[in-house]
């Protein structure tokens, strides 16, 4: 999409990258993309493991929805991906009731 390949760019060449853009137009893809390369790469050079990136979403949705994209994108190169609702299980289930 526009949104995409107008981000990728510069987010690749390490610029920070603000889009608005309507729902449905790539936005997650548009910086995950960047981001999972850099790692594959970094990965090149220091197989050590480490905390490449934190993602912060402001609901649960928007995060489970840019795991499960991270997720498929990143199919077979073993990374590891994690969200936190900052939720403790407890919580969750005494909400639930």
């Known amino acids: 999409t526009a949104c995409q390949s107008q981000c990728y ?4 060449a390490g610029f920070d990258v603000l889009c608005c853009a309507p729902t449905g137009s790539g936005k997650t893809l548009a910086f ?12 090149e050079k220091d197989s050590t493991p480490c905390t490449h990136a934190v993602v912060l979403a402001p609901s649960r949705e928007l995060a489970a929805q840019t795991a499960r994209v991270l997720k498929s994108l990143a199919a077979g190169a ?13 919580e969750k289930r005494a909400n639930a009731s």
Do not use: E, I, N
């Open 9 to 12: 760019t510069l987010m690749a």
């Open 32 to 43: 995950l993309a960047p981001v999972l390369s850099s790692f594959v790469q970094r990965r």
């Open 78 to 90: 073993s990374v590891k991906v994690r969200v936190d609702t900052g939720v403790k299980d407890d």
